[in-house]
């Protein structure tokens, strides 16, 4: 279907933009069928991909709207191992982490919905509490990759400071980063946080783009998304804390995965490390931006941030 295309007119100066697109759609769009297309980015305003419907309208801007794709099943995920103890999930962008999507198992941790990756549930309540107990302790390891805007200076560097909640951007929570020497007022509701990265491949094209390993020692909601924006590199798709970075309409998700987990068994405190591949769409977006293609990250490979060098990165990169 061809996008249906307005142009705001004095009488709709201020209208949020679910107010506007209820205007000129209602009845044959339901409300929840209109804020589904604004999640699914179904909408651009002045050409730019925008999801959050409480937007305050201006004058002569230029809204674009296609109706949402059907939603796919909320229990559509891939198994990658089940132990006595264990089960874990490869999670599909779009799918949240407020419920198990499997009987009788108990979440451990949390995704964000548009972050895809090694998802742990539980098979008791003494298993996933040993878990919780492993993850305050710093014990468990985690390995994101991030498609970035920008190409960092360093080819690897730390990230450190207090997350604080912020006011809420459109409706959503939102945080900021706060240096080591913010006043302790400040720090007051603040957490501590750190993320080590490490650049493994780069792209000096219009605009230039970068794949990032991300090691977080802590895990603070959205901690990785407000890390890489606070210095500069923005997730490509994070429209939260990327507002400002190009636009890529027909991207449906922030492009950041969770590709490895590292636990000790609960009950034979042997190390267990879980991968889940890369999804093609960082493939596809990456050979589209950069006219080059990229062979990385099979299930059939893993990836260690403390052994990397670049022969190996070579081997990667056909």
Request: glycine share 6%; aromatic share 8%.
């Amino acid at each position: 279907m061809t996008p249906l295309l307005w142009t705001v007119s004095p009488q709709h100066t201020g209208l949020s933009l679910l107010q506007f697109l209820l205007l000129h759609l209602a009845p044959k769009y339901s409300g929840k069928s209109i804020k589904r297309s604004l999640e699914q980015r179904c909408c651009l305003l002045n050409g730019r991909t925008e999801k959050f419907g409480s937007y305050r309208l201006t004058l002569g801007d230029e809204v674009s709207w296609s109706p949402p794709q059907p939603t796919p099943s909320s229990t559509s995920f891939t198994l990658l191992q089940e132990t006595k103890e264990l089960i874990v999930v490869d999670k599909p962008a779009g799918m949240t982490c407020d419920h198990s999507p499997i009987h009788h198992a108990i979440p451990v941790h949390r995704l964000d919905k548009e972050t895809s990756g090694v998802w742990l549930l539980a098979k008791q309540q003494t298993i996933r509490q040993d878990l919780i107990q492993q993850w305050r302790e710093g014990s468990i390891e985690k390995a994101y990759l991030a498609l970035v805007w920008g190409v960092p200076l360093k080819k690897q560097g730390t990230i450190t400071g207090y997350l604080s909640p912020q006011h809420a951007c459109h409706g959503q929570k939102s945080w900021k980063l706060l240096p080591l020497s913010s006043d302790q007022n400040l720090l007051q509701h603040a957490s501590w946080s750190q993320t080590h990265w490490h650049r493994l491949l780069h792209s000096q094209t219009n605009p230039p783009l970068s794949l990032l390993l991300c090691r977080p020692t802590t895990g603070r909601m959205h901690q990785l998304r407000v890390h890489l924006a606070t210095i500069g590199h923005p997730i490509l798709g994070d429209l939260q804390y990327g507002r400002n970075s190009p636009s890529l309409p027909g991207l449906q998700r922030h492009l950041l995965h969770a590709y490895s987990l590292t636990i000790l068994s609960p009950s034979s405190r042997e190390k267990l490390c879980f991968h889940s591949p890369l999804s093609t769409c960082f493939f596809t977006l990456w050979q589209k931006l950069t006219g080059r293609h990229i062979d990385i990250f099979k299930p059939d490979k893993t990836l260690d941030a403390k052994t990397l060098d670049a022969k190996t990165l070579d081997a990667w990169i056909s």
